[in-house]
């Protein structure tokens, strides 16, 4: 009978842990992680992102991971947060501190780019921000072309008309570059090494020359897969094939 009770009272606690809302489990999480118990707040974090995600859940995933040590993984989680947040500067210091315990250093090709007007353009922090904008732009298209089809004088007309052709091209701007944002954040097409070390060759078979070594935490970009391996390319333009095991998507 003892032996019931007590498996029916763990039941009940376990039950009511699990059943936690995601409020009530975000302040666990951040109650684990103050306390330096970064495994439990990280059990807490991965529950919450089983439900929703967002850059500020990633973000403190990456942290945990950080802190037991785990780099990859933790280069991992910050890549994704800042693929919802790319003008976050606290997801990029945490990237390149983690980076910087990295084995591989891969410097990048030169690449043309626009700098910070770039990153206004596209969004900054907030992936969503084309979105609403261009919501806010249909509404003011639609307002326009009612009040153009209301209005009686010419010369009225004509001006909610030219309004109505700005407010159109501003709302196609607006959906373009929300669109863009939307690819960006879902494209799979790079990825984080997570073996200790793997053999980057030349052809998708075991036993083909060997051209260079990856380890751990390093980031590549998948070109294709053939034959049950993945072709990759680094930041600085080298291209091999590897197993698939050996990393994870971003």
């Known amino acids: 009978m003892k032996a019931l009770l007590l498996t029916l009272l763990l039941a009940g606690t376990l039950g009511s842990a699990t059943a936690q809302t995601p409020p009530a489990l975000a302040d666990s999480a951040q109650a684990a992680y103050a306390r330096g118990d970064h495994r439990r707040a990280l059990q807490f974090y991965d529950s ?7 850059a500020s859940l990633l973000f403190n995933i990456g942290n945990c991971h950080f802190k037991l040590n785990d780099v990859p993984r933790a280069i991992l989680y910050y ?7 790319p003008g976050a500067e606290d997801i ?12 591989d250093r891969v410097n990048e090709l030169p690449a043309f780019t626009l700098g910070g007007f770039w ?9 969503d921000q084309w979105a609403r904008r261009s919501l806010w732009a249909s509404l003011l298209l639609f307002v326009l072309l009612g009040s153009w089809v209301l209005v009686r004088r010419r010369p009225w007309r004509n001006v909610v008309l030219g309004m109505s052709a700005l407010a159109f091209v501003v709302t196609v701007a607006c959906i373009a ?9 879902t494209d799979d ?23 260079f070594v990856l380890h751990e935490g390093t980031k590549v970009l998948v070109l294709q897969e053939e034959n049950g ?8 333009g080298s291209v091999g094939w590897m197993p698939p095991s050996s990393l994870v998507r971003i």
Not at 92 to 103: E, G, I, K
Not at 177 to 185: C, N, P
Not at 196 to 209: H, I, L, N, Q
């Open 92 to 103: 990029q210091a945490n990237l390149d501190l983690a980076r910087m315990q990295a084995v």
């Open 189 to 211: 097409s790079q990825a984080i090494v997570m073996a200790a070390k793997v053999d980057v060759r030349s052809e998708p078979r075991e036993g083909a020359t060997a051209l």
């Open 229 to 236: 391996w993945y072709e990759v390319r680094l930041p600085n």
């Open 177 to 185: 570059l929300a669109t863009y944002r939307v690819r960006e954040a």
């Open 119 to 127: 990153e206004r353009i596209r969004g900054g922090r907030d992936i």
């Open 48 to 54: 919450l992102n089983g439900a929703w995600s967002s």
């Open 79 to 85: 890549e994704r947060a800042l693929r919802l947040a």
